[in-house]
């Protein structure tokens, strides 16, 4: 698989709240570091973690690719996203953020290691 169809399907995952297809691209020992800060280690503690949000059905978000770079085994995509949510009283608002997701590829298969949140 090429890191473009790879990239498509993970963030494909994330679209459809597939949490089974989004684990399917994570690598055992990926992090995630939130926007808040908040560091996650290793695929169960994302597993946790996506289960949780992909289960909130308020939220959207759409992304532009920023840039894209693949380099023998490893690669990465920056991405502008604009995040859709709701508060706890219910009111909408939105963020908007860059996502930057680094890949390795693990025997023939691109597999997130590192997904880094910042807000603007």
Same mark, same amino acid.
């Given at each position: 698989?090429?890191?473009?169809?790879?990239?498509?399907?993970?963030?494909?995952?994330?679209?459809?709240?597939?949490? /089974?297809?989004?684990?399917?691209?994570?690598?055992?020992?990926?992090?995630?570091?939130?926007?808040?800060?908040?560091?996650?280690?290793?695929?169960?503690?994302?597993?946790?973690?996506?289960?949780?949000?992909?289960? /909130?059905?308020?939220?959207?978000?759409?992304?532009?690719?920023?840039?894209?770079?693949?380099?023998?085994?490893?690669?990465?995509?920056?991405?502008?996203?604009? &995040?859709?949510?709701?508060?706890?009283?219910?009111?909408? &608002?939105?963020?908007? &953020?860059? =996502?930057? =997701?680094?890949?390795?590829?693990?025997?023939?298969?691109? =597999?997130?290691?590192?997904?880094?949140?910042?807000?603007?």
């Amino acid at each position: 698989m090429e890191f473009d169809e790879a990239l498509t399907r993970h963030l494909k995952a994330i679209d459809e709240r597939d949490v /089974d297809g989004y684990l399917d691209t994570v690598h055992r020992d990926a992090t995630l570091i939130l926007p808040n800060g908040t560091l996650l280690t290793g695929k169960d503690e994302i597993a946790r973690f996506h289960r949780e949000w992909f289960a /909130d059905q308020d939220w959207s978000m759409s992304s532009e690719t920023v840039r894209v770079n693949e380099s023998g085994d490893s690669a990465f995509a920056l991405l502008a996203v604009a &995040y859709d949510d709701v508060d706890p009283e219910g009111t909408p &608002y939105r963020k908007t &953020y860059h =996502l930057t =997701l680094i890949f390795t590829r693990s025997d023939g298969r691109w =597999l997130l290691v590192h997904d880094q949140n910042t807000f603007n």
